[in-house]
């Protein structure tokens, strides 16, 4: 009867009755695709517990990347976000899953599609969205940009095409050598997996066991490059030959979670590397720059849309086994549309850095040293 | 009298005991003892550990600090490059070695992106303490693909501190504050200077002996020329200064030590008492050390000091050849740094 009142009720402008939490029902197991493996025995379980709390969670954390990045799409098409913006509505269910099996004194690393992992790993809406604009009250103040943010146990953002996995395994050497038990994510595309520093890497961490979790986000596009027209293999997961690879359905924030967990349980033990193929899509193109379909239909992206959306996928969910009600959902969008605003705002009247900045933060530490201007009788001042 | 020799055996004890000590042992000194003193400072390359390294230079760390803090990579500049900048950021203090800094090019994106721009790009959040250090420049009979010199390029990048020690001296306290630095330090060692012994002063034998970086050194002083040089040139300089004082002209020769930072100041301090400069260095002409040089005393307060303008000694605009006659004539020798001074002197 609940559930039949609940169908009624979608999309009501009032609450007929009010609900309360014991209502709702606490934890449910779903039944998640299996997931391909490489030389390994096992891979992560198919069946999986999310309780109503991390459905809400996972719900409002996917829906503030969401909101985020169509914000910038938006200020972006304004001429108020500048330079490169490349954004990640589509692939929500990787970041959330992954953080959601690591703790934030793990460490992590990506390439340039950064903001919702900035966002996951612990950056502030506002931060994030006033270093697009470049002001001050930005997450680097402005000296970075979209593709350069960083916080704590967060190494970026990173604009070279796979410059930053073997970052992320040095990073993983670290925590090998301070014996902390800590791991690193370390994420790349499906256009940087064909890097040869990749495969240098690959090579390292096994020889040294490095605590390095390698995640290819196979979104089916190196930039306008399909992976049919870029990798004589396209089986990502299987690229790292002597590591063990899985590859996961991207789009499904469980399936995403469950992995990681198996992933940071084998790096934990000591065993060395492992490989993570999330098959995930991107609605927007590679950069706000690129329309996205001239090498790929509307049809193509709409059916993803429709049938294969993490945010849409998690609400069923949590619809259907009774976890939520549809109001409750509701309001978490409106209180997300309310902060994507308020960052918004922030973001666009935030004054720019002081030219007096300039010329900071180039060293660390450092005593304040002169630089030069654009000419001779330019001496500008910088300090760390 | 048994007075007399407790005051001869006290007054020899003050005698300060000079040592001759060759760079590359200068260079094991200043790691051993960082390695010791801090314990995030680690190296990695092709060979340092069970080799005793390429040159020798890492010789006996290996098995005084063993395979966590001595770690032989495979040869994959980029990835080890790249994981050592990683590991820097993490919180690490590791010493990059290049074989020699030809290979760098291969991780040149590492050293550059990854390293130099990153504490700029995250406004001062995220540090990169990191030495890149080997052998760079001309050896002997290497030939063309093994004899570059790297300090124009990097020395172009802000973000780098990019540092060139002469002789044993400068090497170990160099070295030592590279490693101390929390920034990243290009540090180039130059292969012909590996074996060749300095006086060491006791003061330079100690364990906490530094020289700053960014402060050049005047090695000899003169009233006539100012002789500018880095590494292994700086010897040069000085032999020409030697031949040349028996004719009369004393050359004051600069020792830049450190090539960004550059110490210009000390520069315009003796063109303004010379007046007549002579730049010598071993890489190519154009973009390089020397050109830098003449641009800023152009741009700054000695240049009214000039009677004449700046000679560039430098190396043969060429790539390097192989036979040693031709090796020979591609690179200044003493002859054309005398030659040149009594150009700039119109003598």
């Known amino acids: ?384 | 009298s048994p007075l007399f020799h407790k005051f001869l055996k006290e007054a020899l004890n003050k005698v300060p005991k000079d040592k001759c000590v060759t760079v590359r042992d200068a260079l094991n000194q200043a790691m051993d003892e960082e390695l010791e003193r801090d314990e995030r400072v680690f190296l990695l390359g092709e060979e340092v550990a069970q080799y005793d390294g390429a040159y020798k230079v890492s010789r006996g760390l290996w098995k005084k600090y063993g395979d966590k803090r001595i770690i032989d990579t495979p040869i994959s500049e980029m990835g080890f490059a790249g994981i050592a900048v990683g590991a820097a950021m993490a919180g690490l203090r590791p010493i990059c070695e290049f074989m020699t800094f030809n290979f760098s090019m291969q991780a040149i994106d590492q050293v550059i992106n990854s390293a130099a721009k990153t504490c700029y790009m995250s406004a001062g959040l995220q540090a990169v303490p990191i030495v890149f250090r080997g052998p760079n420049g001309a050896s002997a009979g290497v030939a063309a693909q093994h004899s570059q010199c790297f300090a124009a390029w990097y020395a172009h990048c802000p973000g780098l501190k990019v540092v060139s020690p002469w002789n044993s001296e400068d090497a170990k306290g160099l070295l030592k504050s590279s490693i101390r630095d929390d920034n990243p330090v290009v540090f180039l060692e130059n292969e012909l200077l590996y074996g060749v012994p300095f006086e060491m002063s006791e003061e330079a034998q100690s364990k906490d002996f530094t020289i700053p970086i960014g402060k050049a050194k005047v090695e000899r002083a003169g009233s006539h020329i100012t002789l500018v040089s880095h590494s292994r040139y700086v010897g040069h300089c000085l032999d020409a200064a030697a031949v040349l004082a028996k004719e009369g002209i004393e050359c004051e020769v600069i020792n830049l030590r450190t090539i960004r930072p550059m110490d210009v100041e000390s520069i315009e301090a003796s063109v303004m008492k010379t007046n007549h400069l002579v730049t010598v260095e071993g890489g190519w002409p154009q973009f390089g050390v020397g050109a830098e040089i003449c641009a800023r005393i152009m741009e700054g307060s000695a240049f009214n000091y000039l009677d004449s303008p700046v000679t560039r000694v430098t190396g043969v605009d060429i790539p390097m050849p192989y036979a040693k006659i031709l090796e020979d004539h591609s690179l200044p020798q003493i002859k054309d740094i005398i030659f040149s001074v009594k150009k700039t002197l119109n003598v």
């Open chain 1, 1 to 384: 009867v609940r559930k039949l009142l609940s169908i009624v009720f979608k999309g009501a402008a009032a609450v007929v009755s009010a609900r309360t939490y014991a209502d709702f029902t606490n934890e449910a197991t779903f039944e998640i695709k299996k997931c391909d493996t490489f030389k390994l025995d096992e891979g992560p379980a198919t069946q999986v517990v999310m309780t109503r709390d991390e459905g809400l969670q996972y719900y409002r954390t996917m829906q503030t990347m969401r909101r985020m990045e169509l914000k910038a799409d938006q200020l972006y098409k304004q001429k108020i976000i500048r330079g490169f913006c490349h954004l990640y509505d589509g692939q929500e269910a990787c970041a959330v899953g992954i953080e959601a099996a690591i703790n934030l004194s793990d460490h992590l690393i990506t390439a340039y599609r950064a903001h919702g992992y900035t966002y996951t790993r612990g950056g502030t809406v506002k931060k994030i969205m006033a270093e697009l604009t470049g002001r001050r009250g930005g997450i680097a103040k402005g000296k970075g940009g979209s593709m350069h943010m960083y916080c704590k146990h967060f190494y970026g953002g990173n604009g070279i095409v796979g410059a930053q996995v073997p970052l992320g395994a040095g990073v993983a050497l670290a925590c090998k050598y301070q014996g902390n038990s800590e791991l690193c994510v370390c994420l790349y595309g499906d256009g940087a997996a064909n890097q040869g520093q990749i495969f240098e890497t690959y090579n390292m961490a096994a020889l040294w066991k490095l605590p390095v979790i390698f995640i290819c986000e196979n979104n089916g596009y190196g930039m306008g490059t399909s992976v049919e027209r870029a990798a004589a293999s396209t089986d990502y997961f299987k690229r790292g030959e002597f590591i063990p690879g899985v590859r996961v359905d991207g789009m499904d924030v469980l399936c995403v979670r469950e992995a990681s967990r198996f992933a940071a349980d084998y790096c934990r033990s000591g065993k060395g590397p492992i490989l993570m193929e999330l098959q995930t899509y991107r609605y927007h193109g590679h950069s706000m720059s690129d329309p996205g379909v001239s090498y790929r239909t509307r049809e193509e992206i709409q059916e993803v849309r429709s049938k294969s959306d993490p945010i849409s996928m998690l609400k069923d969910r949590m619809l259907s086994n009774n976890m939520a009600s549809v109001e409750e959902l509701k309001e978490i969008d409106v209180e997300v549309r309310k902060e994507i605003e308020d960052a918004a705002q922030f973001a666009t009247t935030d004054p720019e850095p002081p030219l007096e900045d300039l010329c900071n933060h180039i060293f660390h530490n450092n005593p304040p040293l002169e630089v030069r201007g654009t000419n001779p009788w330019s001496k500008l001042k910088s300090v760390s």
